[in-house]
């Protein structure tokens, strides 16, 4: 696939799209916290790996490539919505909205028979997950939804091995903070 994109080919795109797409979409709308971002984040990490096969070493795999690209865009979306609320403080957008996120379905849980416990312990989850700081949301969604390894999430966000552990385990208590004091009854199982 790799060399096929290399030359070009569109059939190999549309090939990556189908075998990643999920993935990317998913960590898009988890990180940026709205569905209709995500969708455009994630068609121009597409198209920028299309674009850009050439600078891909074969260090790691190309999912997790994607992963990186799709992280760096959202930074990048993300830090432009922080200036527009600094240069505009009255106007909503960007990452903030949250309306189009409850729309349509980015984890499975949202699949699940609306009112049933799964449903609505995968609503509260992903709303935890959401209300994370950035920098523990990344790995949170890297480690836990994209099932990436510390070794992998090191390559995806170029940082040590020991600072990705550090903020998993930040992570988690967090987690199991935010969860215990909603009432949460699986909050146990964080841990």
């Known amino acids: 696939m790799i060399q096929m994109l290399r030359r070009g080919d569109h059939l190999a795109l549309e090939g990556l799209m189908n075998r990643f797409g ?13 569905r209709h ?9 597409f198209l920028q790996a299309f674009q850009r096969i050439s600078q891909f070493r074969g260090e790691g795999t190309l999912r997790g490539w994607l992963l990186q690209i799709t992280v760096n865009l959202c930074r ?23 309306a189009g996120s409850a729309e ?19 609503m509260t989850l992903r709303q935890e ?6 920098k523990y949301r990344e790995v949170v969604v890297l480690y836990y939804f994209q099932e990436l390894t ?3 999430i090191v390559v995806v966000l170029g940082e040590a091995e020991g ?16 969860l215990e004091e909603g009432g ?6 964080l841990g």
């Open 22 to 34: 999920t993935d990317v979409l998913r960590t898009a709308a988890l990180l940026l916290k709205d």
């Open 184 to 189: 949460w009854e699986h909050g146990q199982s």
């Open 104 to 122: 349509q379905p980015i984890l499975s849980a949202e699949l699940a028979e609306p009112g049933s416990t799964r449903h609505m312990d995968g």
């Open 150 to 152: 510390v070794k992998e």
């Open 37 to 45: 971002l995500a969708e455009d984040v994630s068609q121009e990490a």
């Open 129 to 134: 997950v959401e209300s994370l700081p950035r």
């Open 76 to 98: 990048a979306r993300m830090r432009r919505a922080s200036w527009r609320r600094l240069l505009f403080p009255g106007e909503r957008g960007g990452a903030d909205k949250t």
């Open 163 to 178: 600072t990705i552990k550090s903020k998993l385990s930040r992570a988690r208590g967090l987690l199991k903070q935010q």
